[in-house]
């Protein structure tokens, strides 16, 4: 390579202390920008030296932190498609010198630093998966490496270059969520000891180990395929833990741990491969439920997990939402419900992963009867609420977007497991009102609705008004702006929390969770908006108590200067027409860019009333439509099954 180290747009927005969008915005309005030196059209590279040169003649500031000094020299010493090797030589020394700090200091004053290490290092590494070849890095890296384990610990030092590694490779590694690692974490301690004991874990296609950071306390065990993934897993858990084996090798064809059975097995195996082993696994005594088939390698890697769980040790993998209802899969998902493998079917985002939740049977007990099906509008935290429910009591429906589904029904020439066939239908809740309880509140519903319509006039043409953006009026003190937590447990405790899902229904806070000086606590009159563009939600609060979920804002108004109802129905709008979003195609509304009318108080109030009255006339239609729908199917349902006639 040309030039001593490369950055890519994000190490410049570090460098810089500045957003990816500004360096993007400098790539445009720049005459003299530096060109790319490398990388490709969607991910460029460009000279560390260019760029420094073009900071100091722009006058802006930057900062090279021994981390990133650390890292651009890593780079700097091969092509990226050996960078996971020199990251892994990098992380093997790493952990030399926290298991040697003597022996590196002795090494450093030999005459020969890399023969050093090869006599010394690779004693005090035995234990990783792979030879390490020392020669890869340089005396002066190595010198550098160790003054940033000085300066951050080698398990920060560490996880920082492996942040860098995966953010470089983004489009060539699969690694699994943060949240959805630590929800597979949380759910198997909870189902096998809700104290949160787990004695043996593994992962069989752990890619850099995301899921078994979060088992720590635990022996862990961990295979991967390729010899950098393995090496890469093996440091980030032998630097928090010696109880951790790590090794190299494909699962399916050559099992690391033949005859190990662990208290959790989590694993997030490659999909949709055709070359798995079919041919030579044909009669391998893995297949307790069936042999996969060729295109579905994703049930070899269920039975393979099912194998190495302990009787009544919990598997939590992901899988595709195709794995779901494919025709070719339908006998081995029979036969997981028949034997009470299956326990949970979770969707957690729309098309997929799923995340199937499997135990494996005990000898001599009874399967279970049901099987929990969820489709998680609300995320992470909607899972584990039905997750808990569903493990307290099987019998009890489970809250949210959860159903409790009969094992005998699913058992049909489809075998269908995906969760959003099975979600209740809307408006259920009336269900036991019976057909005529149902028709007669559709009846008033429906009465009621002429009445709900708010009183607006049509105008010739559009009313151009001054206005203020929502950041420009919490300058001006009118506004006051509060964000919700990013994560929250809506499980546990006794206080309530108002949720995303309860803003966009109108229904009452429904979460839970334990008092935190954190919280923020609503009052009446707070507005309440979501934070996504594609809920578009947000209401003025007639009753305070709860606490601001996630995915929230609260705008707490100056009632003197300005009209709750007001704010909310300009911000309802922002949200549902897409406007004032972060950026093109963003998820999340920018809130402070969104402009607001200023006129009297008064004009405000009477805009506010209409705005109230059209939410609670949507309400209404929402209410109006559940109770239509549960009439239709009653309907059909009393006439086919002989319950209700036609009358004359």
Same mark, same amino acid.
């Given at each position: 390579?040309?030039?001593?180290?490369?950055?890519?747009?994000?190490?410049?927005?570090?460098?810089?202390?500045?957003?990816?969008? /500004?360096?993007?915005?400098?790539?445009?309005?720049?005459?003299?920008?530096?060109?790319?030196?490398?990388?490709?059209?969607?991910?460029?590279?460009?000279?560390?030296?260019?760029?420094?040169?073009?900071?100091?003649?722009?006058?802006?500031?930057?900062?090279?932190?021994?981390?990133?000094?650390?890292?651009?020299?890593?780079? /700097?010493?091969?092509?990226?498609?050996?960078?996971?090797?020199?990251?892994?030589?990098?992380?093997?020394?790493?952990?030399?010198?926290?298991?040697?700090?003597?022996?590196?200091?002795?090494?450093?004053?030999?005459?020969?630093?890399?023969?050093?290490?090869?006599?010394?290092?690779?004693?005090?590494?035995?234990?990783?998966?792979?030879?390490?070849?020392?020669?890869?890095?340089?005396?002066?890296?190595?010198?550098?490496?160790?003054?940033?384990?000085?300066?951050?610990?080698?398990?920060?030092?560490?996880?920082?270059?492996?942040?860098?590694?995966?953010?470089?490779?983004?489009?060539?590694?699969?690694?699994?969520?943060?949240?959805?690692?630590?929800?597979?974490?949380?759910?198997?301690?909870?189902?096998?000891?809700?104290?949160?004991?787990?004695?043996?874990?593994?992962?069989?296609?752990?890619?850099?180990?995301?899921?078994?950071?979060?088992?720590?306390? /635990?022996?862990?065990?961990?295979?991967?395929?390729?010899?950098?993934?393995?090496?890469?897993? @093996?440091?980030?858990?032998?630097?928090?833990?010696?109880? $951790?084996?790590?090794?190299?090798?494909?699962?399916?064809?050559?099992?690391?741990?033949?005859?190990?059975?662990?208290?959790?097995?989590?694993?997030?195996?490659?999909?949709?491969?055709?070359?798995?082993?079919?041919?030579? &696994?044909?009669?391998?005594?893995?297949?307790?439920?069936?042999?996969?088939?060729?295109?579905?390698?994703?049930?070899?890697?269920?039975?393979?997990?099912?194998?190495?769980?302990?009787?009544?040790?919990?598997?939590?993998?992901?899988?595709?939402?195709?794995?779901?209802?494919?025709?070719?899969?339908?006998?081995?998902?029979?036969? &997981?419900?028949?034997?009470?493998?299956?326990?949970?079917?979770?969707?957690?985002?729309?098309?997929?992963?799923?995340?199937?939740?499997?135990?494996?049977?005990? @000898?001599?007990?009874?399967?279970?009867?049901?099987?929990?099906?969820?489709?998680?509008?609300?995320?992470?935290?909607?899972?584990?609420?039905?997750?808990?429910?569903?493990?307290?009591?099987?019998?009890?429906?489970?809250?949210?977007?959860?159903?409790?589904?009969?094992?005998?029904?699913?058992?049909?020439?489809?075998?269908?497991?995906?969760?959003?066939?099975?979600?209740?239908?809307?408006?259920?809740?009336?269900?036991?009102?019976?057909?005529?309880?149902?028709?007669?509140?559709?009846?008033?519903?429906?009465?009621?609705?002429?009445?709900?319509?708010?009183?607006?006039?049509?105008?010739?043409?559009?009313?151009?008004?001054?206005?203020?953006?929502?950041?420009?009026?919490?300058?001006?003190?009118?506004?006051?702006?509060?964000?919700?937590?990013?994560?929250?447990?809506?499980? $546990?405790?006794?206080?309530?929390?108002?949720?995303?899902?309860?803003?966009?229904?109108?229904?009452?806070?429904?979460?839970?969770?334990?008092?935190?000086?954190?919280?923020?606590?609503?009052?009446?009159?707070?507005?309440? @908006?979501?934070?996504?563009?594609?809920?578009?939600?947000?209401?003025?609060?007639?009753?305070?108590?709860?606490?601001?979920?996630?995915?929230?804002?609260?705008?707490?108004?100056?009632?003197?200067?300005?009209?709750?109802?007001?704010?909310?129905?300009?911000?309802?709008?922002?949200?549902?027409?897409?406007?004032?979003?972060?950026?093109?195609?963003?998820?999340?509304?920018?809130?402070?860019?969104?402009?607001?009318?200023?006129?009297?108080?008064?004009?405000?109030?009477?805009?506010?009333? /209409?705005?109230?009255?059209?939410?609670?006339?949507?309400?209404?239609?929402?209410?109006?439509?559940?109770?239509?729908?549960?009439?239709?199917?009653?309907?059909?349902?009393?006439?086919?099954?002989?319950?209700?006639?036609?009358?004359?």
């Amino acid at each position: 390579m040309g030039h001593d180290a490369t950055l890519n747009a994000g190490d410049i927005a570090r460098l810089a202390d500045v957003g990816r969008a /500004a360096v993007s915005n400098w790539r445009r309005r720049y005459d003299d920008f530096p060109q790319p030196v490398g990388g490709t059209a969607a991910s460029p590279l460009f000279s560390l030296p260019e760029i420094e040169e073009w900071l100091r003649r722009n006058g802006k500031s930057y900062e090279m932190s021994l981390g990133d000094r650390v890292w651009q020299r890593l780079r /700097a010493s091969g092509d990226d498609l050996r960078l996971g090797d020199l990251v892994g030589c990098a992380g093997a020394f790493l952990l030399y010198l926290s298991r040697d700090p003597g022996g590196w200091r002795r090494v450093t004053r030999g005459p020969e630093l890399a023969k050093g290490l090869h006599q010394t290092a690779t004693a005090a590494t035995s234990d990783l998966p792979v030879p390490v070849d020392w020669d890869l890095i340089d005396t002066r890296l190595y010198r550098l490496i160790a003054d940033l384990a000085a300066e951050q610990g080698p398990l920060a030092a560490f996880e920082l270059l492996c942040e860098r590694y995966v953010e470089a490779h983004s489009r060539q590694l699969a690694v699994t969520r943060p949240d959805v690692a630590e929800l597979m974490a949380r759910l198997a301690r909870f189902e096998l000891d809700p104290a949160g004991g787990v004695r043996t874990v593994l992962d069989p296609s752990c890619g850099v180990g995301a899921l078994l950071l979060p088992f720590s306390g /635990a022996r862990v065990l961990g295979q991967e395929a390729g010899d950098t993934g393995a090496l890469l897993t @093996a440091v980030r858990l032998l630097l928090r833990d010696p109880d $951790a084996r790590v090794v190299a090798g494909d699962a399916l064809r050559l099992d690391g741990f033949p005859g190990a059975r662990a208290d959790v097995v989590v694993c997030d195996p490659p999909f949709n491969e055709r070359a798995w082993g079919y041919e030579e &696994l044909t009669g391998d005594p893995r297949w307790e439920y069936g042999l996969p088939p060729r295109g579905e390698s994703e049930l070899a890697w269920v039975q393979h997990c099912l194998a190495h769980a302990r009787p009544g040790g919990l598997v939590a993998i992901l899988m595709p939402a195709a794995s779901a209802s494919r025709r070719p899969g339908k006998r081995i998902r029979g036969n &997981l419900l028949r034997a009470g493998a299956l326990r949970a079917v979770i969707t957690l985002s729309a098309g997929g992963p799923d995340l199937w939740l499997l135990r494996r049977p005990e @000898a001599g007990e009874r399967p279970p009867s049901l099987v929990l099906m969820v489709d998680a509008d609300g995320g992470v935290p909607a899972a584990e609420a039905a997750w808990r429910a569903f493990a307290a009591d099987p019998e009890a429906e489970p809250p949210g977007a959860a159903h409790a589904v009969r094992i005998i029904d699913l058992l049909d020439d489809e075998v269908d497991l995906s969760p959003a066939r099975h979600r209740p239908h809307p408006g259920d809740e009336h269900a036991d009102l019976g057909f005529g309880g149902v028709r007669d509140r559709f009846l008033a519903s429906v009465a009621s609705l002429p009445r709900a319509l708010p009183a607006i006039g049509v105008l010739t043409g559009a009313r151009d008004l001054p206005s203020a953006s929502v950041g420009e009026l919490v300058r001006a003190g009118l506004v006051t702006v509060h964000q919700g937590p990013a994560r929250m447990a809506t499980d $546990a405790g006794d206080l309530p929390v108002l949720t995303a899902a309860d803003l966009v229904s109108g229904g009452r806070p429904s979460g839970r969770t334990t008092p935190d000086p954190g919280h923020v606590v609503l009052e009446p009159g707070d507005v309440v @908006a979501t934070t996504t563009a594609t809920d578009g939600a947000a209401r003025t609060l007639a009753e305070g108590g709860a606490v601001l979920g996630p995915q929230l804002h609260l705008y707490r108004v100056d009632p003197e200067r300005m009209d709750p109802d007001f704010l909310a129905g300009y911000l309802r709008y922002a949200g549902t027409a897409g406007t004032n979003r972060s950026h093109p195609g963003a998820s999340r509304v920018d809130a402070r860019r969104v402009r607001i009318p200023r006129v009297s108080l008064s004009e405000q109030r009477a805009y506010g009333r /209409a705005f109230r009255e059209l939410l609670a006339l949507e309400d209404g239609l929402r209410e109006t439509t559940a109770l239509g729908e549960t009439l239709v199917r009653l309907g059909f349902d009393g006439l086919a099954g002989g319950r209700l006639r036609p009358e004359a």
